[in-house]
């Protein structure tokens, strides 16, 4: 390789470098927000190291729940550390410490005094203006929005904000739970907690009206969320698959080798009322191509049958590349 193109390598590789740096601070940024503007003033417990936060922060009104945050993370990041590699270890360390921190800052901008800090009061939001008391299912829809996409831009960088999210990728890692799920699971006994500290009034001696509906809307939360971060890791299954038995082939093969510029594969099938062997056409397309390639048939084979099913994962050319052995999945 040539100095020239060694050197149109370089700020390539610099810039990857610094775009996973400043997607794991901005996702960071965006779960910090999730739980400071729509998690924690309604006591929301949507498990995780800062649900369990503001369960304690229930108990110990004086200390903030990004502080909890700080009390669990450092074992799990050493954990993480030791499990995942130094350079995972090292993005690891980086989230789990900003966001907590993050969140104590944003916390304290958002409210007007220390007492209110301690009370989470969501009517001393923002001097009121995003009190959202009246509307909990919308606020814990918008809370899984912000969490999930956070959550979920963090751990495309092989990051991780800390917390529960370790938890997911052992699971996964080693006993081949899908990411999603093993947080899901993790975080049934931070809600758990939250039932019975929140809505019991364990340790705290007042029980908030209606406590398991909090819990209800923690669960909601939860499984949202986890969507979101199924989506940003996998991303949305789009494609299509279609199966063509038809007549006239070699108008077909044109059409979706020249005007596609994609190419498909030739299955020998057999009729079971007639007994006549034929090809049927194997073909994956976009959603956006399958109207045209339906109307295209109807044009050249107005006999010809078509299945038209989802293809939930497509790899290879022109498609998603395969993932990495040890790459995250949420499915």
């Known amino acids: 390789m040539d100095t020239k193109t060694l050197s149109m390598l370089e700020p390539m590789g610099s810039w990857a470098w ?6 794991i601070i901005v996702g960071c940024s965006i779960m910090g927000a999730g739980f400071v503007l729509f998690i924690n003033p309604y006591n929301f417990v949507p498990g995780g190291v800062y649900g369990l936060g503001i369960v304690l922060h229930n108990i110990f009104p004086s200390i903030q729940v990004g502080t909890f945050g700080y009390m669990f993370d450092v ?14 270890g090292a993005r690891t360390v980086v989230a789990a ?31 009121g203006r995003l009190d959202l008391s009246n509307d909990l299912l919308l606020t814990c829809l918008m809370a899984a929005v912000l969490v999930g996409v956070g959550q979920g831009m963090v751990v495309r960088q092989q990051a991780t904000t800390g917390g529960t999210d370790i938890v997911g990728m052992l699971l996964q890692k080693y006993f081949g739970i899908k990411f999603s799920t093993g947080i899901f699971l993790a975080d049934g006994a931070v809600v758990l907690s939250g039932l019975v500290v929140i809505g019991f009034g364990l340790g705290t001696g007042d029980a908030a009206p209606a406590g398991w509906m909090l819990t209800l809307y923690s669960l909601i939360t939860i499984y949202a969320s986890s969507r979101v971060v199924a989506y940003m890791l996998d991303g949305a299954s789009y494609d299509k698959l279609l199966f063509i038995i038809s007549d006239n082939h070699d108008e077909l093969k044109r059409f979706i080798i020249e005007d ?33 390639v339906q109307h295209k048939i109807k044009e050249i ?30 499915e």
């Open 97 to 127: 410490l900003y966001t907590p921190g993050f969140m104590n800052v944003l916390t304290r901008l958002v409210y007007p005094d220390a007492a209110a800090v301690e009370s989470l009061d969501p009517a001393l939001l923002l001097g």
């Open 18 to 23: 610094w775009r996973s740096w400043v997607l």
């Open 260 to 292: 596609l510029d994609r190419s498909a594969t030739y299955i020998r099938s057999r009729g079971m009322y007639t007994g006549t062997s034929r090809d049927m056409i194997f073909l994956v397309v976009s959603r956006k191509e399958v109207h045209q």
């Open 301 to 330: 084979d107005p006999r010809a049958f078509v299945v038209v099913t989802d293809a939930y994962d497509t790899f290879g050319e022109g498609f998603k590349p395969l993932p990495d052995k040890d790459a995250m999945q949420a």
């Open 75 to 88: 074992p799990l990041m050493l954990v993480a550390l030791l499990v995942f590699g130094g350079q995972f």
